[in-house]
């Protein structure tokens, strides 16, 4: 059983185009978040979300809108992508609460804007 | 914002040979945590520790946390091909368990 699922796995697409990548966990966990990952390794967090509201926004563009539906799922939506959005975006959970809890990563997804 | 600052970012080794990671803060950490990456991976839970001073072993695999909470530590003994990979330490920085990752050591072993 897969803890923390992410689809599409690969994500090919144009300038100017909008994607979504989803993300679901089965661990009854109620924090998830969002990273980004560039091609040098680094490995920073965007959002995070506890129980469906969000708590942590890093400085990440606007055209970036991560959306939960229940604490189960949570969603990226990009709007109008650029070359520099090409990465590998991972999701994670992890119980809930302040610090001192592991997190639990997706199998990533790797866009590439052409 | 908080640094953490790892090196080597780079390690090629011998399989047999030991392997070291550092972990390095600015600033008193209340706890730090290890993640393992395999190429085309994702980052693994290896561990995390709490205490000043604190060693933990799993199995080669040997985890320091400094004295003044500030620096951590990862060493392999007889690195095999299955050690490949890049490994983070990972701090609790801000509230939301928000995990601020070290730059990693990226780990190639050769035969």
């Known amino acids: 059983d897969t803890a923390v699922s992410q689809t599409p796995k690969y994500l090919v697409t144009q300038m100017g185009n909008d994607k979504s990548i989803k993300c679901e966990q089965n661990l009854g966990h109620d924090t998830m978040y969002w990273y980004k990952q560039d091609s040098k390794k680094f490995l920073k967090i965007m959002f995070s979300y506890n129980n469906k509201e969000l708590i942590i926004n890093e400085t990440v563009p606007n055209r970036f809108s991560p959306k939960s539906p229940d604490k189960a799922h949570l969603n990226l939506h990009i709007n109008s992508l650029e070359l520099g959005d090409s990465a590998v975006y991972f999701c994670?959970?992890?119980?809930?609460?302040?610090?001192?809890?592991?997190?639990?990563f997706g199998p990533g997804t790797r866009l590439t804007v052409t | 914002g908080q640094q953490v600052m790892q090196i080597p970012q780079y390690q090629h080794v011998q399989e047999g040979e030991d392997f070291t990671t550092y972990c390095n803060s600015s600033t008193t950490l209340s706890n730090i945590q290890w993640y393992k990456q395999r190429p085309g991976g994702h980052p693994v839970f290896l561990i995390q520790l709490v205490k000043s001073g604190e060693v933990k072993k799993q199995k080669r695999l040997t985890f320091q946390f400094g004295e003044a909470k500030k620096n951590s530590s990862l060493h392999i003994t007889a690195t095999q091909t299955t050690d490949v990979g890049t490994y983070f330490c990972a701090v609790h920085t801000g509230g939301g368990n928000k995990l601020t990752f070290g730059t990693g050591t990226q780990l190639k072993v050769e035969l």
């Open positions: 994670a959970s992890s119980q809930d609460g302040e610090g001192g809890y592991e997190q639990y």
